[in-house]
């Protein structure tokens, strides 16, 4: 297949690049800085724009991962505007790109963020239920949506993935607390009872993999694990995979103070089921915690 990617030099793009590498599709990435993409992205190509790709060969798929880190610094004015514009702008960008090709490309997975139902408590949560709306995260998340559905209208399938936070060896969430946890200074988040779903990386690439060899696939997937967890036990397995106590809960209020409205990605939750997801076929790899960390701990 010919794919192209934006976001294609971030954790998941790499991934996914060497993946479908490996399967020997032709890969472009869309990047401010094509010239690093050959470095960091397995076979791939790198462009500017996607109007370099104007005249040639129809694409197969488009690969939309682009954004900006949205947990690296707090939602102030400026960065909320990035935020936007490195999602919600640049997706309306690339699906009006797309729509004026002389043959649009067959399929669009677009990434979106379990944030996209907000802070819900306990309810208990799948694809159909409604989205949150009420902080900046899922009004982001909503909007992001919103642009890459409009693809549909050139006749493009559309899967929206719904990703949760990712657990990988290098990068990612696991990355930010292996050093504090190994330190033993590791603890709950606020009450530690917010829902916290999950996914590993390697299915993360399979479930993109499978929803596009799966022409039948379209709408919104949960990019989760199945298996629903409190940050609590979270916080207890990460603590015993790396033998260590986990003795020192982080209060909410200290967070809130530190991160402001954004202090919800750790102190909210979702408690999510990919019932669309299991429906589609997928079969995790990893669909428990403990032996995905076994497994990303290994020295």
């Known amino acids: 297949m010919r794919i192209l990617l934006t976001g294609g030099t971030g954790l998941i793009?790499?991934?996914?690049?060497?993946h479908w590498h490996q399967q020997g599709h032709q890969l472009w990435v869309w990047s401010r800085d094509p010239h690093l993409v050959p470095a960091l992205c397995s076979g791939a190509q790198g462009i500017a724009h996607p109007q370099e790709l104007d005249g040639a060969a129809p694409l197969d798929a488009v690969v939309n991962l682009a954004g900006a880190p949205i947990a690296d610094r707090p939602w102030s004015a400026a960065r909320r505007e990035l935020l936007w514009r490195s999602r919600v702008d640049l997706t309306r960008t690339l699906v009006d790109w797309m729509g004026r090709q002389p043959t649009p490309p067959r399929t669009l997975l677009s990434a979106s963020a379990v944030g996209w139902y907000g802070d819900r408590g306990d309810e208990a949560l799948d694809e159909s239920s409604p989205p949150g709306g009420q902080d900046f995260g899922s009004r982001l998340c909503m909007a992001w949506e919103q642009e890459a559905a409009r693809?549909?209208?050139?006749?493009?399938?559309?899967?929206?993935?719904?990703?949760?936070?990712?657990?990988?060896?290098?990068?990612?969430?696991?990355?930010?607390?292996?050093?504090?946890?190994?330190?033993?200074?590791?603890?709950?988040?606020?009450?530690?009872?917010?829902?916290?779903?999950?996914?590993?990386?390697?299915?993360?690439?399979?479930?993109?993999?499978h929803l596009l060899r799966h022409a039948e696939c379209s709408g919104a997937f949960n990019a989760c694990a199945p298996e629903a967890l409190r940050n609590a036990d979270f916080t207890r397995a990460l603590a015993r995979a790396l033998h260590r106590p986990a003795a020192?809960?982080?209060?909410?209020?200290?967070?809130?103070?530190?991160?402001?409205?954004?202090?919800?990605?750790?102190?909210?939750?979702?408690?999510?089921a990919p019932q669309r997801t299991r429906a589609a076929g997928f079969a995790w790899r990893y669909p428990t915690l403990a032996p995905a960390l076994t497994q990303l701990l290994q020295p």
Not at 259 to 271: I, K
């Open 13 to 18: 793009g790499r991934a996914l690049c060497q």
């Open 151 to 209: 693809a549909g209208q050139a006749g493009t399938r559309v899967a929206v993935l719904r990703i949760a936070p990712v657990l990988a060896p290098q990068g990612g969430m696991l990355a930010r607390l292996r050093l504090p946890f190994r330190l033993g200074l590791g603890g709950r988040l606020g009450s530690g009872q917010q829902w916290m779903p999950w996914i590993h990386l390697d299915d993360l690439v399979a479930l993109f993999d």
């Open 248 to 272: 020192l809960p982080a209060p909410a209020w200290a967070l809130r103070l530190a991160l402001g409205e954004m202090a919800v990605l750790l102190l909210g939750g979702q408690r999510l």
